[in-house]
C-alpha cells in the first residue's frame, strides 16, 4: 500500500505564493498517475493537476498558467507550484496517487488566500 503526507499548506495574501509537497511511501515504486485535488466547504473534491509516470501533465482550466505539478521519482515526492494565488484557491488541498490496485490519499492540508 502507498501513504501518502502533504505539506506545505497556509495562509497567504492574494498574489502570493505557496509550494505543497507530497511525499510518498510504504509501495512508492507501483506508483504510476500521481494528482493534486482540493475540496473548498461546501463544495465537491476537484481535480488541480495530475501527473502520469511518464510525465504527461493535466491542469484544471482554472489553474492553467498559475500552478505547476511537478514529481521527483528518486525522491518519491509530489510538488504543486502555486503563483498568482486567488481567494477562490482557498480549499484543503489532497494528494492522490494511483497504483494497478490502490487509490491512495494523503490527509489533506489546508491552503488559504485571504488578505
Known amino acids: 500500500q502507498v501513504q501518502l503526507v502533504e505539506s506545505g499548506g497556509g495562509l497567504v495574501q492574494p498574489g502570493g505564493s505557496l509550494r505543497l509537497s507530497c511525499a510518498a511511501s510504504?509501495?512508492?515504486?507501483?506508483?504510476?498517475?500521481m494528482g493534486w485535488y482540493r475540496q473548498a466547504p461546501g463544495n465537491q473534491r476537484e481535480l488541480v493537476a495530475t501527473?502520469?509516470?511518464?510525465?504527461?501533465?493535466n491542469y484544471a482550466n482554472s489553474v492553467k498558467g498559475r500552478f505547476t505539478i511537478s514529481r521527483d521519482n528518486a525522491k518519491n515526492t509530489l510538488y504543486l507550484q502555486m503563483n498568482s494565488l486567488k481567494p477562490e484557491d482557498t480549499a484543503v488541498y489532497y494528494c492522490n496517487a494511483k497504483t494497478l490496485i490502490d487509490n491512495a490519499w494523503g490527509q489533506g492540508t489546508q491552503v488559504t488566500v485571504s488578505s
Open positions: 501527473t502520469t509516470r511518464g510525465g504527461r501533465l
Open positions: 510504504g509501495t512508492p515504486f507501483l506508483i504510476n498517475d
